[in-house]
């Protein structure tokens, strides 16, 4: 497999689940407690599975181990002087602020299942660069084999 695609706007990670309580609607009932999982979450990683799904068309998802690349590109904030966007545009600054890298990635991980992937345990390895440029989002590469020189046997 040798997949890329992007997903445009601002990269969100993976919202923590969240708890209700619900009431029993039988008498003296101690209803239960239910999970689930926050609204922006659900709608990013949607987002992910519609640019996925446009790439594979009307490929089913593989089965096969996958690599996945991603580099996350976030908005500068306006709020910066000149000098200090221009860093960040020529990479001298470091995107060192929320949301983690690995919360993102478990936000694109979850939208490829069912559309690229049967399952983000066929996962085997990743990589995962966060930067800052003009059009914050994430560009996602999926492949059979790490990048070359990647890591070391």
Known sequence: MNLGFFVPGEPKGKGRPRFRHRPSKSIGGKGFVQTYTPNSTVVYENAVKVFAAQRMRSTPPTKDAVFVVMIVIFTIPESWTKAK???????????????????????????????????????????????????????????DLPPSGWFVR
């Open 85 to 143: 966007k221009a860093a960040a545009l020529a990479g001298e600054l470091q995107h060192v602020s929320k949301p983690d890298g690995d919360n993102v990635q478990k936000a694109v991980f979850d939208g490829l299942q069912g559309v690229v992937i049967v399952d983000d345990k066929q996962i085997y390895g990743h990589a995962l660069l966060k930067k800052y440029g003009l059009t914050p989002g994430v560009q996602i590469t999926i492949t």
